[in-house]
């Protein structure tokens, strides 16, 4: 038989005590740690060392150790840790802070328990205990409270039920939604009392279904307590276990009302309905609306053919009295001009000149009123071709003036070749014809691709379309830029008939040239300063 040794007589017991204590420490998880609060120098273990985040090293000072508390903690750490020192006190110290590790930087949270031991006078001499990480446990409670948030602040329905259909929590919204009172006791509140009778068979069959496969997803209506109003929710059920037996202890349950939905799809109802009784009377509306329209164009089509008559006229029994009145006129002044006075002779003047003015304004009259009626001759064109041509129609007016033309090549456009020549004249004449006295015109003429950003800035152009820019730029004597649109209407004028030459239709041939092009007008100027006319027409591709 083994003989028993007494403590007090085998120092090998302690020793043996000392290791099944450490053992038991490093299975907890636990650190050790002493402390001299006279001196304030602390001893502690490597397992203390590590939950600090220390790699290796010694002791420490108690204040060197607060530095690493995290900084929201430390203060109450310093206070508990005064009071548990103070006198008369229990001596009994429990905290749970955060520390910053000092050679890793890891954040942890940590649980110090600790005993202070006093000597005769009161004084603490000793101050030991144990440090234990709980950081798992911390995150662990975060998180619970982060999904407890969420839950309390859900919009929805969100309970659970004990197995006994007895409810034992009921978020606030879910409250409100079915009137239940902050101050009622709903553990004593059984789940049928939220249903009608009717349809609370319909639960029951869900609770079944439930049973059977631990989750149920579905439609159900259920009673406000105060109201009875019925209401309907999409339900989501799931069963809850018990985490170690995996026993049920009950359910959970998310609810959406579904009111908004259910009144949108009355009021998309009754806009059908409405719409069903008024499809006759729709029908009506566009047969009328298409008899109008077709009347419209058949209007359409004679306004046409009018203006096809007057351009028939214009161009033949308008222009012919016009021929005879300057040919006639013209005779007078040859054979009979030593034979008349000094007013008749001006008055014969006046004759002509008023016969050859009305034979322009008719011409450019029936220019304008062409323009919108030749779709069918749009095809490619060479803009700087066409200008070519124009300058050598324009020459004699060019070498008159002294004028300089400088163009840097024009880009491609679909258009009609006629409308193009008629635009680069009337615009290069204007250039020529409104230049400053005794100042030899120059005129630049450029163009550029568009930005999508710049054709953006024009509501008149189509997305998706390539744009040429045309700048006539001229050192002329401009206009007040009040004028800028003015000068595009037909028959206005800025400048008398006895200072500048002109019918007024040009500038509004122009623009309904280039609109019948899809493309944009205008014109940029300073009185004294010249004038800029850009013209924006859709790119050839």
Known sequence: MKERR?????????????????????SAGLGIWDMDPVKGTISWDDRCRELCGFASGGDIT????????????????????????????????????????????KLRWL????????????????????????????????LQQVLFSLVENSQDFMGTADTSNKFYYI??????????????????????AVYSPEDFKTAEVAYQELAKNGKWSGIL??????????????????????????????????????????????????????LMDNEQELERLVEIRTSELKKANIDLNIVNQNLEQFAYVASHDLQEPLRKINMFSALLQDKYRDQLNENGVRNLDIIRNAATRM??????????????RQDHLFEKIDLQKVLQQVLVDVDVLIQQKNASIITDGLCMIIGIPLHMN?????????????????????????????????IDSHPQLQNGTAYCEIRIKDNGIGFAPAYAKKIFVI??????????????????????IVIAHHGVIYAESEEGQGATFVVILPLAT
């Open 111 to 142: 649980h110090c328990m600790g005993t202070a031991y006093f000597n005769a006078e009161g004084v603490a001499y000793r101050f030991a205990g144990a440090l234990q990480d709980i950081t798992p446990e911390m995150k662990a409670q975060e």
């Open 491 to 512: 028959f206005q004028r800025l400048h008398g008939r006895g200072e500048y030459e002109g019918s007024g239709i040009g500038l509004a041939l122009c623009q309904k």
């Open 422 to 454: 008629q635009l680069f004249q009337n615009l290069l004449s204007n250039a020529l014809k409104f230049s400053r006295k005794e100042v030899p015109p120059v005129i630049e003429i450029s163009s550029r691709l568009l930005e999508q950003g710049e």
């Open 6 to 26: 007494e403590p007090a007589q085998d120092p090998a017991f302690y020793k043996e005590d000392n290791e099944w204590m450490r053992f038991a420490l490093l």
């Open 62 to 105: 108690y204040e060197e150790l607060l530095q690493y508390v995290h900084p929201d903690d430390r203060p109450s750490v310093i206070e508990a840790i005064a009071a548990t020192l103070r006198k008369k006190s229990t001596g009994k110290y429990q905290a749970r802070f955060r520390t910053i590790g000092a050679d890793d930087g």
């Open 171 to 192: 978020n606030p919204h879910g409250r409100e939604l079915l009137g239940i009172s902050p101050d009622t006791d709903i553990t004593q509140l059984p789940t049928s």
């Open 221 to 274: 209506h259920l009673q406000h307590l105060t109201t009875k109003e019925r209401i309907p929710f999409r339900a989501h059920f799931a069963e809850i276990a018990d985490p170690v037996s995996g026993k049920v202890i009950g359910r959970g349950a998310s609810l959406h009302d579904l009111r908004v939905e259910v009144n949108a799809q009355k009021e998309q109802q009754k806009l059908l309905a409405l």
């Open 359 to 372: 034979t322009t304004l008719i011409q450019d009259l029936l220019a304008f009123s062409r323009v919108s």
